[in-house]
């Protein structure tokens, strides 16, 4: 999925592939349609899709594999054809192999005067444009060196592709690509919204994804339960309106602690970004040495030097916790993180508090090095009542994993981090996935753009903000997220993704929260 990939109309409910495979013949018997009419259906949707996005199209190269991914592509071909489109098929494995609905798909395709090729070492010079039918939702690894080749040579053609349902190569659950995958420009998916189309890298591959319920999407819907939700950009509106005889005190109140030596501007950016979501009062802790800096840039905060005292003052005063921007790894750091964290037993002056216990937390940055410190057995380490948002390389800090295990399955990622270490999960990256109990929302909205420094900083500030006005922990993660992605989106559209700089996404996260 491009930067400028649009999900509009895109449904919200996400599915795995064996629920869609499953779902599909039990909703198609349900409607009393043939199995092979809905291939057709299928065809037929791309085709009129290849249409719009592309009107001039005058030559066509359509590229087949040995399953029903393949039987669509012979439709299309078929479709193409009739419309005096000139139409290369590329047959990858023998035409033998197809059986069912994909060879008869392919025989209706001949009937009519198509030929099929052996795939090529070049795509013809004259192509407009690719349609990439050649494997389906079924792979889970690698694709075979054959596939690998064609896929490979496809992905060099200076012309757009089109794929059917999924880009070759990639895994409809997970996101994750385990060798060559096709880099679509455009994604015609079918009947239900496949998980792996919206996250990880999915989306440097899915291209603008468009969506087709070939007339069984509500008996679909009926009939299975979703594995996940995707955001849509009206779930902003659920944020409470401000009250007209509201006052800062009624606004919430957000105690933020990092900023160590020479690492002021992590917790500038979170303080600025939660006054910009419209919390009531922040007071910001931090090294000595920040404070200056720290008043000079922002000058709603309260900021002071952490002490003890002074901590446990401001624990007791504040409705949320914001922990770790520009928090560091030093002995300072490390202090004021057992200090803070009010699970360790071996720090008891904030322990018998019952305040600081029930306090709602935001944990991120280097809070989630600390917090990855503890041994992930210990359920001291676990709480309910915290937000985490750990980027994948802190992810797999936490779980004790390689980088790529993350990255390989993202949902199984967060799902294990909630079932650690409790509350709600935010991980982070390209389609970031919020995850509480069974619960998980994948986020439509951000861009390349936000691979910057500070971007969490802001997304934390985002969500302690939400947090201290009272929405709920779920929710305030959720919506956080997402605004602060729309938020970066439309800095992105103003000035470019590249240079994008989390200073200038914090004024669009006013702008958003009051357009809701």
């Given at each position: 999925m491009n930067a400028n990939t649009s999900t509009t109309s895109l449904p919200s409910a996400l599915y795995t592939a064996q629920q869609v495979r499953e779902g599909e013949v039990v909703a198609a018997k349900a409607a009393n349609i043939p199995m092979y009419d809905l291939m057709?259906?299928?065809?037929?949707?791309?085709?009129?899709?290849?249409?719009?996005?592309?009107?001039?199209?005058?030559?066509?190269?359509?590229?087949?594999?040995?399953?029903?991914?393949?039987?669509?592509?012979?439709?299309?071909?078929?479709?193409?054809?009739?419309?005096g489109i000139n139409v290369t098929l590329w047959q990858i494995g023998l035409p033998d192999a197809l059986q069912g609905d994909a060879k008869s798909a392919m025989q209706r395709y001949v009937d009519s005067g198509g030929?099929?090729?052996?795939?090529?070492?070049?795509?013809?010079?004259?192509?407009?444009?690719?349609?990439?039918?050649?494997?389906?939702?079924?792979?889970?690894?690698a694709p075979r060196d054959f596939y690998n080749h064609v896929i490979d040579r496809v992905n060099q053609a200076p012309c757009p592709i089109l794929s059917v349902d999924i880009p070759s190569g990639l895994c409809a659950d997970t996101g994750h690509v385990a060798g060559e995958v096709i880099s679509a420009k455009h994604t015609v998916t079918f009947i239900a919204m496949k998980q792996g189309l919206v996250t990880g890298q999915a989306r440097n591959c899915v291209g603008e994804l468009l969506f087709a319920g070939l007339g069984l999407q509500d008996t679909f819907e009926q009939q299975q339960t979703p594995?996940?939700?995707?955001?849509?950009?009206?779930?902003?509106?659920?944020?409470?309106?401000?009250?007209?005889?509201?006052?800062?005190?009624?606004?919430?109140k957000l105690c933020l602690i990092g900023g160590n030596y020479g690492m002021s501007g992590a917790a500038i950016l979170a303080s600025m970004a939660s006054s910009a979501t419209g919390v009531g009062l922040v007071a910001a802790l931090c090294h000595k040495d920040s404070i200056v800096p720290f008043r000079a840039r922002c000058l709603e905060a309260m900021v002071a030097e952490i002490r003890a005292d002074r901590l446990k003052d401001k624990l007791a005063w504040a409705d949320v916790l914001c922990l770790g921007p520009g928090l560091g790894r030093d002995n300072w750091a490390e202090n004021v993180f057992h200090q803070v964290d009010c699970n360790q037993v071996s720090f008891t002056s904030l322990q018998s508090d019952p305040k600081c216990a029930q306090l709602k937390r935001v944990y991120d940055a280097d809070a989630l090095y600390w917090l990855a410190r503890l041994s992930p057995a210990n359920k001291k380490a676990r709480s309910e009542n915290r937000i985490l948002t750990p980027h994948a390389g802190e992810a797999a800090r936490l779980l004790g994993v390689e980088v790529q295990e993350v990255e390989s399955d993202r949902y199984k990622a967060a799902n294990d981090l909630q079932n650690i270490y409790g509350g709600v999960v935010v991980l982070k990256g390209a389609g970031s996935i919020i995850c509480?109990?069974?619960?998980?929302?994948?986020?439509?909205?951000?861009?390349p753009g936000m691979a910057s420094g500070g971007m969490g900083d802001v997304l934390a500030g985002v969500?302690?903000?939400?947090?201290?006005?009272?929405?709920?922990?779920?929710?305030?993660?959720?919506?956080?997220?997402?605004?602060?992605?729309?938020?970066?989106?439309?800095?992105?559209?103003?000035?470019?993704?590249?240079?994008?700089?989390?200073?200038?996404?914090?004024?669009?996260?006013r702008k958003h929260i009051n357009q809701r």
């Open positions: 057709e259906k299928a065809g037929n949707a791309v085709f009129e899709r290849l249409c719009v996005l592309y009107p001039n199209v005058a030559n066509l190269l359509v590229c087949c594999g040995k399953g029903n991914n393949g039987g669509d592509g012979y439709i299309i071909a078929r479709l193409a054809r009739e419309q030929e099929i090729s052996a795939p090529t070492n070049h795509v013809p010079d004259d192509t407009d444009v690719i349609v990439d039918a050649i494997l389906g939702t079924g792979i889970a690894g594995n996940a939700f995707l955001t849509q950009a009206d779930w902003l509106s659920v944020i409470p309106e401000r009250s007209r005889i509201a006052h800062k005190g009624s606004n919430g509480y109990g069974n619960k998980r929302i994948v986020c439509h909205a951000g861009n969500i302690s903000a939400l947090l201290a006005q009272r929405v709920p922990l779920m929710q305030a993660a959720v919506l956080g997220t997402l605004l602060h992605s729309m938020a970066a989106d439309s800095a992105a559209n103003d000035a470019g993704e590249i240079g994008l700089l989390a200073s200038e996404v914090i004024p669009y996260v």
